[in-house]
T-cell receptor, first 112, second 115 residues
Framework: DAKTTQPNSMESNEEEPVHLPCNHS???????IHWYRQLPSQGPEYVIH???SNVNNRMASLAIAEDRKSSTLILHRATLRDAAVYYC?????????????FGKGTLLTVNP | GAVVSQHPSWVICKSGTSVKIECRSL??????MFWYRQFPKQSLMLMATSNEGSKATYEQGVEKDKFLINHASLTLSTLTVTSAHPEDSSFYICSARDRGNSPLHFGNGTRLTVT
């Protein structure tokens, strides 16, 4: 399975932007990059996903490097409710019959 | 948006008893559901893939006779932990997707404590 590497933890201040990096140097051409987050004592929540182009939605932006070996999840203005573990996961292949394997993720702490 | 409901949210049982956890997709049909387990301060570990109308596919090292999975309809999958022991105490989370390539939607998890 293609692997991702994320920092164990990051810290941010409220209302400031946060850039969460992810390395996936063994990514192949059809692998999608997915981001999920998990708040304490809850199930994970989908954040965003992309293939090649940068993506934006109401929660975040995803910036994908041109060589696709890395990506960055951008929270434009962190709030205390964004404190969570953020997981960068590769969806292997372009097919619909996929499963997601979680790594350790990045624990984001947001300071008031 | 798509919602996955998991029940119960927490359960305490005695060693040797069995516990059933339900996972429902509330506003979509899910031909495939997934069951994860998460120990404290660890990541989610995929246990099995639940397919409607067929046998579940278990990940390596997961005992299929201990963790019984039934996916009898397009909106319901159940996980039964049989003869539970204290080491089975964990956070069990299910997920489902409503279309082939759509993101996964997760339930809020079930905290199982075996005494």
């Amino acid at each position: 399975d293609a692997k991702t590497t994320q920092p164990n933890s990051m810290e941010s201040n409220e209302e400031e932007p946060v850039h969460l990096p992810c390395n996936h140097s063994t990514i192949s051409g059809t692998d999608y990059i997915h981001w999920y987050r998990q708040l304490p004592s809850q199930g994970p929540e989908y954040v965003i996903h992309g293939l090649t182009s940068n993506v934006n939605n109401r929660m975040a932006s995803l910036a994908i490097a041109e060589d696709r070996k890395s990506s960055t999840l951008i929270l434009h203005r962190a709030t205390l409710r964004d404190a969570a573990v953020y997981y960068c996961i590769l969806k292997i292949g372009g097919g619909s019959n996929y499963k997601l394997t979680f790594g350790k993720g990045t624990l984001l702490t947001v300071n008031p | 948006g798509a919602v996955v409901s998991q029940h119960p949210s927490w359960v305490i049982c005695k060693s040797g008893t069995s516990v059933k956890i339900e996972c429902r997709s509330l506003d979509f049909q899910a031909t495939t559901m997934f069951w994860y387990r998460q120990f404290p301060k660890q990541s989610l570990m995929l246990m099995a893939t639940s397919n409607e109308g067929s046998k579940a596919t278990y990940e390596q090292g997961v005992e299929k006779d201990k963790f019984l999975i039934n996916h009898a309809s397009l909106t319901l999958s159940t996980l039964t932990v049989t003869s539970a022991h204290p080491e089975d105490s964990s956070f069990y989370i299910c997920s489902a997707r409503d279309r082939g390539n759509s993101p996964l939607h997760f339930g809020n998890g079930t905290r199982l404590t075996v005494t």
